[in-house]
Each structure stands twice: as C-alpha cells, then as structure tokens.
C-alpha cells in the first residue's frame, strides 16, 4: 500500500491512497494562506490602497508590487495554492472522498482543468455547503474589475529577484486564481451524495463507509474496509457538543491502518473559553460605543456563534443592538442550517420534531435582531445603524464585505475586529490596514481534536499502524525547545511532508473467491468428520473489479486428473492398530514437541521410525523400500480420500 501526500499543511489535507490497484485520494483542500500576499481588493474604490506606492529596489522595479510599511503585496486579484499534483497522474484517480465542506474547494481544479474520469462521494449537506463556499469566491472574485493578466511577477527569472517573502516561495508559479460559476456546477453534478454508514463498492477492492465525525454539519471520517484489511481516515474531527452529529468512534476500532490529518491549529487553547473571551471583547466594544466586526465563513461555527453571541447580549443589557451577516451566500446558508435537521445533534434533533427550528437564528431573523444581505447594496445601507454587530467575508481580509468594513472603521478605536477562524494569523491578515486604530482580538475557536484528546482517541481505537504529518509527532522545535502537544502514539508510526510516498507493509495473503451455482452444485462432498465436508473444485477463475469467481470450465482442452486427493487429520491410535496388523511389533508412540513419534520393529527385526508433525510426515526405514512402502499404506489408510 502507498499514501502520497499532497498537501503542506495539516489543516488542508490532500492525500492519495494507493493499494489492491484501487487509487482514492482522500479530500482536496484548497490552501488559501497564499492570498494573505496580495493587497486587498474592496468593493469601493479605496484612496489608501489604490495609492500605495510601488516596490523598487537595485534588482527591478514592478507596478504589480505595492509597498504598505516596508512589507509587499501584490497588486492584483488574491490567488491559492493547489494540492501537489506533478507526479500523480489523476487520470487513474479511481474515486475522490471528501470530508467535510472545508476540505473540498479545490475540487473544481481536479474535475474542470484534470482529465478525471473517477467517482466523488460526499454527504449531502458537505455538498450543498461547500458550494456555497465555492460560490462565495467566485462571486468576491468576479465582482471587482481588477485583472489577472499581469503575470510578470510569477516568470521563474523574476520570482528570484522578488522582496522576501516573495522569493522564498518555491511553488508560486503554481498559484491559481479562482474558478469560474460554471466549473463549480459541472464539478459539483459529478458528486454522489450518501449518508453515514451508506456502504458503497469501490470496484470489489473496498466498502467505503461514512462515518460522522462530529466536526461540522454533515462532515465524515471514512472508512475502506475489505474481508482482510480495514484502512480509516480520520480528518477534521470533534467531541464539543456542538451542532453537528456527535464523533463515531466505535466504527474505528480494530483497524489495520489510520491517516490522521485535520487537528486543531490551536491545540493550547480551550474553545469554550474562547467563546467567554469573544463575548467579553464584543461586550466592551460595543459598550464603549464601538462597532464589531467578525471576518468569518458563511456556515459552519457561525450558527453556533449566533446562539451564544445573542443569548449573551440579552443577558448583559445589549438586546437592542443589531447584528448583521452580509454574504452573497447567507440567505441560502441560513436555511440550509435548518432543512438538514437530521445531520444534527440530538438535542436540534428534537426540536425539529417539536417542531420547532432547530437554531435560534430562524427566529432572530422573524424579529429583524439578525438581517442578513448578499451584499452592501441590496438594502443594507437602509438599516444599517451603528453601534452594530457584523460578520462578513472573507476571514482573510483580502476579499470581501470585510474589507469594506476594516476602511471604513480601521481609524475607530472604539471599534474592533475579532478573529475566530483559525486559518490565517491575524497578523498578517491585518497588516496592509496598518497602521490601525479599531482593536483587534484574536479568539480562533477551533474544535476539532487536539493532541491530548487524538492521543486518548488512537488508545481507545488501536489502530496497527498510523500515519500522519510529520508536524503533529515532532516533541522539538525549530530552535530545539520542547512542545508540549504533539501525537505520541504507542503504535508504528509513519510521519509525512509534502511530496512523500509512503510504502506501508499492508500486504494481503488471501483473495476471497466465490463459487458459481452450476459449480457448486456439481461438487461431491466427501465428510472428513461428523461437522466438516470438503470437495475438490476445478473450474474457471475469472476477475472482474477485483471480484473473483469460479465458474464451470467448458473448455475441451483440459486433460482429466483422477488422482485421489487426501486431506484430514491422522489419529494416532488408529495408525498404532494398522501398524499392529501389518505384523510390526514392540510398537512404542510418544509425544513430541512437533508432533509424535512411532518406534517398532518388523518381522525381520529390522528398526523403523515414524515422525508424525502438523505439517510433515517422516518413514525412516534404514534403506527397506518394501517396508517404507508397507508403513506409507498404513498411513494412507488413515486420510480420507477425494
């Protein structure tokens, strides 16, 4: 078996597994740090940054390269980083699993622009939410009239002579502006929905099974399981009681390989404190007669957020003021939320049963506390009001409503940005807003499993093997310190960076055959003892999608065998008694660490011995053929015959 990493960082998992001629690549995160490089794009023409100088230095001078505080940015459209693709070939892809919503934004990349002719399986509401993610980026994306067409920047002879970071990028070239509305829905109308524990055929190699992972709505842990091997990819996974299916753990246990990827980014930090701090930074601010700003993703610990954000300000006098979610994609994320009432926990469970909607969010909006709008021109300018509360797109503050917001308020020091997702370090989201005013508060609640929590889980599980980034088992630093959290496993374990090819010793000694009708019922049972019946078989084997069958042989050619086959067991006493009869005497057995031992002599008084072992039979007669002969009948005598 082999597992190809393609991704650099744990939290955008992309990986291939390779093994029984069946290749699955498991998720296709798109890595969206890369865009933090880029000067932001608003949807108002900003002064401030359309008047950034231009970086100059001895090596070359660009107008596509802004200078903000001695740090450069470029000018034009953000771009992402791809999965590492070079040495895979996707055309033998066989099927592609995701696991939740987050990890599948690079997949129009792979269906559109890749020759990939495989199957996509995914739950349905990682479907439905992950294409509002994608939609979310086409739409910031082709909203602003900014072009792409300046590529000096990323020519190989160039790249070298680029301001640090810049340079330092080795796969720059290889950045991606996003895809188009169009990719996203013929990618998306090649994904197969299931539900948890729905077993799929993977071409008789597998039954994939989806697990819930209790992450987000509609994530999933997967398993590929066969009669002899059982391989589980556990990614982005949760034991917070939040709104998703809680984590299926006993379908884990007893597996012969787990992939682990998809930790928490913050494994120091606690999410419920972090909800506290939130709450108390937002209550400051707004106290203070500030505004707050929440750059953030338009589902996923949002609906979460909501419920404890307002039941917080209702208790701590701040009921009147209005909170508002701006995404092209908020209505429909809003509604999804609702509709999907049996990927949720089981205390929104019941209340769709009641019925009642399961998140408060349905009446916030009834009441007009919570308005939502796809963007700043279709009605928001008629309500807004400040003090206020906003979530906007997108957590890196390079596209998006959020960027409007950080303008607008970024010289308010009565006013704050509160960071909750944990993808990009607020630093460097911040940074071409410098210098700033408003606050900043960095709360990056981030539930999946940390390392105490994962090394607990793999005990309880037991896998045989594990294998995983390279960074979750590292007990040292760069400078040599110490980490307190890391993966420390009691099991054989096989660490990865990007570009590895891992050769694990999964090796399977036995293939499962069935047997046809017509063949089967021209068989001759022959009973070996009173609870087992064996017969000999000859046919036809023929593979198919790895499913192997034995049919009836017509063909003329084959040249009949009538020899006898022997099989069972030989007891012991019964060869004594033979033995006896065949006018052996002073015949003596013993017990034997292999086996037994039989020594008598003949009517000549010539010394034989026989070895009798599980797996092996020895006649020591001292060069007496005939008596070699006479003891190997007795022998057979013993076996049943077919």
């Given at each position: 078996?082999?597992?190809?990493?393609?991704?650099?960082?744990?939290?955008?998992?992309?990986?291939?597994?390779?093994?029984?001629?069946?290749?699955?690549?498991?998720?296709?995160?798109?890595?969206?740090?890369?865009?933090?490089?880029?000067?932001?794009?608003?949807?108002?023409?900003?002064?401030?940054?359309s008047t950034c100088r231009n970086w100059n230095n001895q090596f070359m001078k660009s107008k596509v390269i802004k200078d903000i505080n001695g740090i450069p940015f470029i000018d034009s459209m953000p771009e992402f980083r791809l999965p590492e693709m070079g040495f895979l070939d996707l055309l033998n892809l066989d099927a592609i699993l995701i696991s939740n919503f987050y990890c599948m934004l690079a997949l129009p990349y792979i269906t559109e622009r890749c020759e990939?002719?495989?199957?996509?399986?995914?739950?349905?509401?990682?479907?439905?939410m992950g294409k509002l993610l994608m939609e979310e980026l086409v739409f910031y994306n082709e909203r602003v009239?900014?072009?792409?067409?300046?590529n000096e920047w990323k020519q190989p002879d160039i790249i070298?002579?680029?301001?640090?970071?810049?340079?330092?990028?080795?796969?720059?070239?290889?950045?991606?502006?996003?895809?188009?509305?169009?990719?996203?829905?013929?990618?998306l109308s090649k994904v197969q929905a299931v539900r948890h524990l729905e077993k799929l055929d993977l071409f008789g190699a597998f039954n994939v099974t989806a697990l819930s992972s209790g992450f987000c709505l509609g994530s999933s842990n997967w398993i590929l399981e066969s009669p002899y091997e059982k391989i589980s990819y556990l990614s982005c996974s949760s034991i917070f009681s939040t709104h998703p299916m809680p984590l299926d753990q006993e379908a884990l246990k007893k597996s012969d390989i787990v992939i682990l990827t998809g930790l928490s980014q913050v494994p120091y930090a606690n999410p419920d404190q972090l909800v506290t701090e939130l709450c108390n930074n937002l209550a400051f601010t707004l106290k203070n007669g500030g505004n707050v700003l929440i750059p953030s993703y338009p589902t996923g610990i949002i609906y979460d957020l909501l419920e404890c954000l307002c039941t917080f300000m209702d208790q701590s006098g701040l009921g009147n003021i209005p909170i508002y979610f701006i995404s092209p994609v908020a209505d429909s994320s809003l509604a999804f939320s609702n509709i999907y009432g049996?990927?949720?926990?089981?205390?929104k469970q019941d209340k769709v049963y009641l019925p009642e909607p399961p998140f408060i969010h349905a009446d916030l909006v009834k009441t007009k506390r919570l308005q939502h709008f796809p963007n700043l021109q279709d009605g928001f300018g008629d309500v807004f009001s400040q003090p206020c509360v906003v979530f906007a797109g997108h957590p890196c503050l390079r596209i998006g409503d959020a960027v409007h917001f950080m303008e607008m308020w970024r010289n308010d020091e009565k006013s704050s940005v509160i960071f909750i997702e944990p993808d990009f370090p607020y630093e460097d989201a911040l940074a071409p807003f410098q210098p700033l005013s408003m606050k900043a508060f960095y709360c990056p609640i981030d539930h999946r499993l940390n390392f105490n929590q994962v090394n607990k889980l793999l005990q309880d599980i037991k896998p045989q093997r594990l294998v995983l980034p390279e960074s979750y088992v590292r007990p040292y630093d760069a400078f040599g310190r110490r980490i307190e959290h890391y993966v420390n496993a009691s099991v054989p374990t096989h660490p990865y960076n990007k570009g590895d090819v891992l050769a694990l010793p999964l090796k399977r000694q036995y293939e499962k055959v069935v047997i046809s009708n017509e063949l089967a019922s021209q068989l001759h049972l022959s009973e070996v003892n009173n609870s087992t019946l064996i017969a000999s078989v000859r046919g036809s084997l023929h593979v198919c999608d790895n499913k192997h069958t034995l049919e009836v042989n017509d063909s003329k050619n084959i040249v009949e065998d009538h020899n006898d086959y022997l099989c069972g067991k030989i007891a012991v006493d019964e060869l004594l008694s033979r033995l006896s009869k065949l006018g052996m005497s002073n015949i003596s057995s013993e017990r034997t660490v292999a086996g037994y031992s039989i020594f008598m002599n003949s009517e000549n008084a010539e010394d034989a011995h026989i070895m009798l072992e599980d797996d092996c039979t020895h006649v020591i007669t001292h060069g007496n053929e005939d008596l070699r002969r006479r003891i190997r009948d007795c022998i057979v005598d013993c076996l049943t015959h077919l």
């Amino acid at each position: 078996m082999k597992v190809y990493c393609l991704s650099g960082h744990a939290s955008a998992p992309c990986s291939v597994v390779q093994h029984r001629q069946i290749t699955v690549m498991l998720d296709c995160s798109l890595s969206m740090v890369p865009a933090l490089h880029f000067l932001p794009v608003p949807v108002v023409t900003s002064e401030r940054l359309s008047t950034c100088r231009n970086w100059n230095n001895q090596f070359m001078k660009s107008k596509v390269i802004k200078d903000i505080n001695g740090i450069p940015f470029i000018d034009s459209m953000p771009e992402f980083r791809l999965p590492e693709m070079g040495f895979l070939d996707l055309l033998n892809l066989d099927a592609i699993l995701i696991s939740n919503f987050y990890c599948m934004l690079a997949l129009p990349y792979i269906t559109e622009r890749c020759e990939f002719h495989g199957k996509i399986y995914a739950t349905e509401p990682t479907l439905q939410m992950g294409k509002l993610l994608m939609e979310e980026l086409v739409f910031y994306n082709e909203r602003v009239s900014k072009s792409n067409s300046i590529n000096e920047w990323k020519q190989p002879d160039i790249i070298r002579f680029l301001p640090s970071p810049l340079n330092q990028f080795g796969d720059i070239a290889a950045w991606k502006s996003i895809y188009t509305i169009k990719e996203v829905e013929a990618c998306l109308s090649k994904v197969q929905a299931v539900r948890h524990l729905e077993k799929l055929d993977l071409f008789g190699a597998f039954n994939v099974t989806a697990l819930s992972s209790g992450f987000c709505l509609g994530s999933s842990n997967w398993i590929l399981e066969s009669p002899y091997e059982k391989i589980s990819y556990l990614s982005c996974s949760s034991i917070f009681s939040t709104h998703p299916m809680p984590l299926d753990q006993e379908a884990l246990k007893k597996s012969d390989i787990v992939i682990l990827t998809g930790l928490s980014q913050v494994p120091y930090a606690n999410p419920d404190q972090l909800v506290t701090e939130l709450c108390n930074n937002l209550a400051f601010t707004l106290k203070n007669g500030g505004n707050v700003l929440i750059p953030s993703y338009p589902t996923g610990i949002i609906y979460d957020l909501l419920e404890c954000l307002c039941t917080f300000m209702d208790q701590s006098g701040l009921g009147n003021i209005p909170i508002y979610f701006i995404s092209p994609v908020a209505d429909s994320s809003l509604a999804f939320s609702n509709i999907y009432g049996e990927w949720l926990c089981n205390t929104k469970q019941d209340k769709v049963y009641l019925p009642e909607p399961p998140f408060i969010h349905a009446d916030l909006v009834k009441t007009k506390r919570l308005q939502h709008f796809p963007n700043l021109q279709d009605g928001f300018g008629d309500v807004f009001s400040q003090p206020c509360v906003v979530f906007a797109g997108h957590p890196c503050l390079r596209i998006g409503d959020a960027v409007h917001f950080m303008e607008m308020w970024r010289n308010d020091e009565k006013s704050s940005v509160i960071f909750i997702e944990p993808d990009f370090p607020y630093e460097d989201a911040l940074a071409p807003f410098q210098p700033l005013s408003m606050k900043a508060f960095y709360c990056p609640i981030d539930h999946r499993l940390n390392f105490n929590q994962v090394n607990k889980l793999l005990q309880d599980i037991k896998p045989q093997r594990l294998v995983l980034p390279e960074s979750y088992v590292r007990p040292y630093d760069a400078f040599g310190r110490r980490i307190e959290h890391y993966v420390n496993a009691s099991v054989p374990t096989h660490p990865y960076n990007k570009g590895d090819v891992l050769a694990l010793p999964l090796k399977r000694q036995y293939e499962k055959v069935v047997i046809s009708n017509e063949l089967a019922s021209q068989l001759h049972l022959s009973e070996v003892n009173n609870s087992t019946l064996i017969a000999s078989v000859r046919g036809s084997l023929h593979v198919c999608d790895n499913k192997h069958t034995l049919e009836v042989n017509d063909s003329k050619n084959i040249v009949e065998d009538h020899n006898d086959y022997l099989c069972g067991k030989i007891a012991v006493d019964e060869l004594l008694s033979r033995l006896s009869k065949l006018g052996m005497s002073n015949i003596s057995s013993e017990r034997t660490v292999a086996g037994y031992s039989i020594f008598m002599n003949s009517e000549n008084a010539e010394d034989a011995h026989i070895m009798l072992e599980d797996d092996c039979t020895h006649v020591i007669t001292h060069g007496n053929e005939d008596l070699r002969r006479r003891i190997r009948d007795c022998i057979v005598d013993c076996l049943t015959h077919l």
